[in-house]
T-cell receptor, first 116, second 114 residues
Framework: AQKITQTQPGMFVQEKEAVTLDCTYDTSDPSYGLFWYKQPSSGEMIFLIYQGSYDQQNATEGRYSLNFQKARKSANLVISASQLGDSAMYFCAIPHPRSSASKIIFGSGTRLSIRP | EAGVTQSPTHLIKTRGQQATLRCSPISGHTSVYWYQQALGLGLQFLLWYDEGEERNRGNFPPRFSGRQFPNYSSELNVNALELEDSALYLC?????????????FGPGTRLTVL
């Protein structure tokens, strides 16, 4: 079964510093993908970045990059040069196999707070 | 290109009433997903519709139901509302041709049951 673990319930980071949000996963799929979403206090879930298990290079999207370590089953999100607007909940997610109950399983999230 | 839209933004009901939540997917997306996010908790999968059919549902009682219309918009109905149904309900859409099945979310409907 798919499982996503985010061990950091909350983090405080100084503005302009880089921050790493941890995510480990477990899956029975030989081919899978990892997603990261951001949820500000407004509630909307914003798609940030995706990494396929067979992608050769770590995914990057602007200030977001994925530190994907397949052997360790970890897919940490790195935010460079953090900004006040980065304060939000961050969720790591993995798709279920197509025959299972849901398409994406979300982790419990990490609340990131950026200090000015 | 317009994103996923949901209405209403907020909905206040009393116990025992029925609630109807609406979602319009991104143009070209045929799959719609519904999630419940109770206060302080993660997302719990509710329902998945694709091409007008219910493809799967999460571990929720039958009073949670919905449908998908020919234009791919969707409705979530919650009957016999209970206090614990108070939550943020998020709708997402995806396109089966994308390969990654990335789900794009709407702003949510915050349901309060009094």
């Amino acid at each position: 079964a798919q499982k996503i673990t985010q061990t950091q319930p909350g983090m405080f980071v100084q503005e302009k510093e880089a921050v790493t949000l941890d995510c480990t996963y477990d899956t029975s799929d030989p081919s899978y993908g990892l997603f990261w979403y951001k949820q500000p206090s407004s509630g909307e879930m914003i798609f940030l970045i995706y990494q396929g298990s067979y992608d050769q290079q770590n995914a990057t999207e602007g200030r977001y990059s994925l530190n994907f370590q397949k052997a360790r089953k970890s897919a940490n999100l790195v935010i460079s040069a953090s900004q006040l607007g980065d304060s939000a909940m961050y969720f790591c997610a993995i798709p279920h196999p197509r025959s299972s109950a849901s398409k994406i399983i979300f982790g419990s999230g990490t609340r990131l707070s950026i200090r000015p | 290109e317009a994103g996923v839209t949901q209405s209403p933004t907020h909905l206040i009901k009393t116990r025992g009433q029925q609630a109807t939540l609406r979602c319009s997917p991104i143009s070209g997306h045929t799959s719609v997903y519904w999630y419940q996010q109770a206060l302080g908790l993660g997302l719990q999968f509710l329902l998945w519709y694709d091409e007008g059919e219910e493809r799967n549902r999460g571990n929720f009682p039958p009073r949670f139901s919905g449908r998908q219309f020919p234009n791919y918009s969707s409705e979530l109905n919650v009957n016999a509302l209970e206090l614990e149904d108070s939550a943020l309900y998020l709708c997402a859409s995806s396109s089966p041709g994308q390969g990654t099945d990335t789900q794009y979310f709407g702003p949510g409907t915050r349901l309060t049951v009094l």
